[in-house]
């Protein structure tokens, strides 16, 4: 198992952080190394605005223990002046509440209040409190261009079978391709028909409320993730019986909300087996990202399988610590990518990490191929590729054992990867030191 430090890291850019609201964009500007610590500066330069949490000031997200009820509910929101709420629609999980205030709200002190609170009386029904943050996918693709929005009803299945895998990513466009060429052929969507709620027919978009998770991002971000994992799986041999659930959490730029996150997590441990997030944040100082309500409910799920993608900054992730890869549980898969030299056909002695792959030796597991990956004409490269394969790889090894745990799984691909050759760095190692190939 992963032993993730837990490093402290309070910076003074929090605080400029914090002033943002709902409407507030990513702020690409370099933060200076005088607000930085030393040991974080030293291993990573790279750091920007962008790939922080960036806090909404006037909201905080709860969680109430099992069994509240909707009157005691109500007298929680009266009591701590919330002034709107939402709650996670389209999935079982009754628990997690996203908190309004008005802009006028010290949202810091609140949230103080709120966890001090939970000592006695009612307000001990409440268990979880966290700040309501946004954060991207780990990279942007070459722009593929506009896509027409075709409806993908033609390519839900007709009934499940195999493994479901859902991925949290920037939806899905089922028809992309031209005549000569298109990704996907045939129905590979998961089927909701099944699951008690007529308004969702295949995944969701949990950015827009709606049933259609299409992919408006230039870059086709969550497009190429999906194929990834459904060409491994339909070229297994033999093929491996799935399909995707996409659940749309970023929208077309690439940003998604914490509250939609935790909602889509929550929906895709209900119906899928694995779950495939190319996404993440740092570590502040500020969130407490060790002590939240997504690394709860995946404890709380101990047979559910993530697998996360380890970021892009060149970062050693032991130090200033990546989520959700960076999370300890034993089903979070954590993956890092090797460079272009890295072959398929298991022939790369010349091979290396990629540039700009993140690793650490206690808190990423497994690398695989991430870089230059072909897309339609396009190389593609990011621990956003790298992961899937791994997702793929997983896929197969559940599909084969279904009665594995997530330790016998991961101890699965351990013994399947091939030991990283003498010319990967050795100053940027990952746990297992071992490269999955398809």
């Excluded at 299409?214 to 190429?224: I, K, S």
Aim: glycine share 8%; net charge negative.
């Amino acid at each position: 198992m992963k032993n993730l430090k837990n490093c402290r890291i309070f910076l003074i850019l929090i605080f400029s952080l914090f002033s943002c609201s709902e409407e507030t964009d990513f702020n690409d500007e370099i933060i200076s190394t005088n607000e930085m610590p030393k040991d974080i500066t030293d291993t990573n330069r790279s750091i920007t605005r962008r790939d922080m949490p960036v806090y909404l000031r006037d909201r905080l997200i709860v969680r109430y223990a099992p069994g509240t009820t909707s009157s005691e509910k109500a007298d929680l929101r009266d009591i701590y002046g919330v002034t709107n709420y939402k709650i996670c629609e389209h999935c079982s999980d009754d628990t997690i509440e996203l908190w309004m205030f008005g802009l006028g709200i010290d949202i810091e002190p609140k949230k103080t209040a709120i966890e001090q609170g939970s000592d006695g009386g009612i307000e001990s029904a409440i268990i979880d409190v966290d700040y309501e943050f946004t954060f991207g996918i780990d990279i942007s693709n070459p722009d593929l261009g506009s896509l027409t929005d075709y409806s993908y009803s033609s390519y839900i299945k007709t009934s499940n079978d195999g493994i479901t895998i859902a991925v949290l990513d920037t939806g899905l466009a089922p028809t992309i391709g031209d005549d000569t060429s298109y990704v996907f052929t045939g129905p590979f969507l998961y089927n909701a028909s099944g699951d008690g709620n007529a308004n969702v027919y295949s995944g969701w978009d949990f950015v827009n409320q709606d049933h259609n998770s299409f992919d408006d991002n230039n870059g086709r971000h969550g497009t190429v993730v999906s194929s990834i994992i459904t060409t491994i799986l339909n070229e297994s041999s033999p093929a491996v019986p799935h399909q995707i659930m996409p659940l749309k959490v970023c929208d077309e730029n690439g940003r998604a909300s914490y509250f939609n996150f935790l909602c889509a997590t929550s929906f895709g441990l209900e119906h899928a087996d694995i779950l495939q997030m190319s996404l993440g944040w740092y570590e502040d100082g500020f969130g407490d990202f060790l002590n939240t309500i997504i690394a709860a409910i995946i404890d709380e799920n101990p047979n559910a399988l993530v697998v996360a993608s380890a970021g892009n900054l060149e970062n050693n992730n032991d130090i200033l610590a990546h989520y959700p890869s960076g999370y300890s549980h034993e089903n979070i898969i954590a993956v890092a990518a090797a460079d272009k030299l890295v072959n398929f056909d298991a022939s790369f002695s010349s091979s290396n990490i990629a540039s700009f792959s993140n690793y650490g030796l206690e808190s990423v597991d497994f690398f695989s191929k991430g870089e230059n990956i072909p897309f339609l004409g396009y190389e593609m490269s990011g621990t956003s590729f790298a992961a899937p394969v791994v997702t793929g790889v997983l896929a197969r090894y559940k599909y084969n054992h279904p009665s594995y745990s997530a330790s016998e799984l991961k101890y699965q691909l351990n013994i399947s990867g091939i030991p990283c050759p003498t010319s990967f760095n050795t100053a940027k190692k990952v746990l297992y030191n071992k490269i999955i190939l398809p």
